[in-house]
């Protein structure tokens, strides 16, 4: 959360942040499942109201981006897709 309050510190951009963790979600993908991983992510994110994004930030929430986006009405983001647009604006500049 520092680094993206210090880049928009940088770009003179207004940030809240309101950051949420889904305990046991880690756990859960490294003992196998999936499925539970997604679903504690998921249902974390129902509480979440009045924002104008939803950051999945750790690479592998990545995959309960589809879930997560059944339950909030603001964009859902993930590090991945915004790495990859990221490296594209980068490469189309060269």
Do not use: C
Request: no cysteine; glycine share 4%.
């Amino acid at each position: 959360t520092a680094e993206l309050q210090e880049y928009a510190t940088a770009r003179k951009v207004s940030l809240q942040l309101q950051t949420r963790l889904a305990n046991g979600a880690m756990q859960a993908l490294a003992e196998g499942d999936a499925a539970r991983h997604d679903s504690l992510i998921i249902e974390l994110a129902r509480d979440i109201e009045n924002v104008d994004a939803v950051l999945l930030a750790q690479f592998s929430m990545a995959r309960a981006r589809p879930g997560v986006e059944q339950v909030v009405s603001a964009p859902v983001l993930t590090s991945p897709d915004s790495a990859v647009r990221k490296l594209q604006r980068l490469l189309a500049q060269s």
